[in-house]
């Protein structure tokens, strides 16, 4: 049985939930379905201005649509070049996840199907998200959260992130434009040597690096007091990878839910001479100082 002041306590919290359903900034949005109680078939209109965020939804009841958006407008035409990838988290339930454009629904990730924690994507012309809550007699243990991205379908090794263009991923080579492109605007650029190749299709490569000019995020640390370089983990079709331990790579590529993904990786003797025939010429987009560090050009 509860004390008076027990009673009283759980009563101010339930009226702070009951106050407070929803957060959200302009990237990421959290909110609660016991708003939607009275009047299940409402649907709430959730807007987010960001490239990356995550949704959390608590007793999911009813129906949200999440428009997304980048936090900059791209330029007239390319905004049919944006993807929008979702990851679910593992323990994600209670809801459907639909592609909504004009009324009509197309399943993206049944409730079921959302605990594999596989990363879907659909262009952003082609709709919004539209979360339906599944029935349930009892919500309280039902929580809806996934991860979002908008990923250009277009651009330096855009064709080797294999969630954007399923069953169609090739190991066709970079162009001479793209590799130096690349080394400027990818996530990570760095060369080194493959150590060690996964046994799945999709495994991540072991790798060491010799040389790192940027990361966007830590996937790469740096080796032991007595060991250079860096050493992490690059997700690669096992078709497109080189042999352990033999040439060295200019490797680079973009990070998506904090995994690192192989795009352009010529042989670095190979790119070292695009790059010094692209210096003599005056187009090189940025320069690489001998510290491994890039500046812009």
Same mark, same amino acid.
């Given at each position: 049985?509860?004390r008076?002041w027990?009673?009283?306590?759980?009563?101010a919290?339930?009226?702070?939930m009951?106050?407070?359903?929803?957060s959200?900034?302009q990237c990421s949005?959290?909110? *609660?379905?016991?708003?939607?109680?009275?009047?299940?078939?409402?649907v709430?209109?959730v807007y987010l201005?960001?490239?990356?965020?995550?949704?959390?939804?608590l007793?999911?009841?009813?129906?949200?649509?999440?428009?997304?958006?980048?936090?900059t407008?791209?330029?007239?035409?390319?905004?049919?070049?944006l993807?929008?990838?979702i990851?679910?988290h #593992?323990?994600?339930?209670?809801?459907?996840?639909?592609?909504?454009n004009n009324?009509?629904?197309?399943?993206?990730?049944?409730?079921k199907?959302q605990?594999q924690? &596989?990363?879907?994507?659909?262009?952003? +012309?082609?709709?919004?998200?539209?979360?339906?809550?599944v029935?349930?007699a009892?919500?309280?243990?039902?929580i &809806?959260?996934?991860?979002?991205?908008? /990923? #250009?379908?277009?651009g330096?090794?855009?064709?080797m992130?294999?969630?954007?263009h399923?069953?169609?991923?090739t190991?066709?080579p970079?162009s001479?434009?793209? /590799?130096?492109m690349?080394?400027?605007?990818?996530?990570?650029?760095?060369?080194g040597?493959f150590?060690?190749v996964?046994?799945k299709n999709?495994?991540?490569?072991a /790798? &060491?690096?010799?040389?790192?000019f940027r990361?966007k *995020?830590? /996937?790469? +640390?740096r080796g032991?007091?007595?060991?250079?370089g860096?050493g992490?983990r690059?997700?690669?079709?096992?078709?497109?990878i080189?042999h352990?331990g033999?040439?060295?790579y200019?490797?680079?590529g973009?990070?998506?839910?904090?995994? +690192?993904?192989?795009?352009?990786?010529?042989r670095?003797?190979d790119?070292?001479?695009?790059y010094?025939?692209a210096?003599?010429?005056?187009?090189?987009?940025?320069?690489?100082?001998t510290?491994g560090?890039?500046?812009?050009?």
């Open positions: 049985m509860l008076p027990g009673a009283l306590w759980i009563t919290v339930l009226l702070c009951a106050g407070a359903q929803y959200s900034d949005w959290r909110g *609660s379905g016991l708003s939607h109680e009275s009047h299940r078939r409402d709430e209109q201005r960001c490239s990356q965020g995550s949704l959390e939804w007793y999911p009841t009813g129906a949200i649509i999440i428009n997304l958006r980048p936090n407008e791209p330029p007239s035409g390319h905004m049919a070049g993807h929008v990838c990851k679910p #593992p323990l994600s339930q209670g809801s459907h996840v639909f592609l909504e009324g009509d629904l197309r399943m993206l990730l049944a409730e199907d605990a924690g &596989t990363v879907t994507c659909f262009s952003l +012309a082609e709709g919004a998200l539209f979360v339906e809550s029935p349930q009892d919500i309280s243990r039902r &809806t959260a996934f991860q979002y991205e908008l /990923v #250009p379908s277009q330096p090794g855009a064709h992130y294999p969630y954007l399923p069953g169609l991923v190991c066709k970079c001479d434009e793209e /590799v130096l690349a080394v400027c605007t990818s996530d990570f650029a760095g060369s040597i150590r060690g996964g046994s999709r495994s991540p490569a /790798v &060491t690096l010799s040389r790192l990361q *995020s830590r /996937v790469f +640390a032991a007091a007595r060991k250079r860096w992490g690059i997700n690669v079709p096992s078709q497109c080189g352990p033999g040439d060295e200019l490797l680079t973009s990070v998506h839910f904090g995994e +690192a993904w192989l795009g352009c990786a010529p670095y003797k790119f070292l001479r695009l010094v025939r210096q003599r010429a005056g187009t090189n987009p940025c320069e690489i100082d510290n560090e890039i500046s812009s050009g």
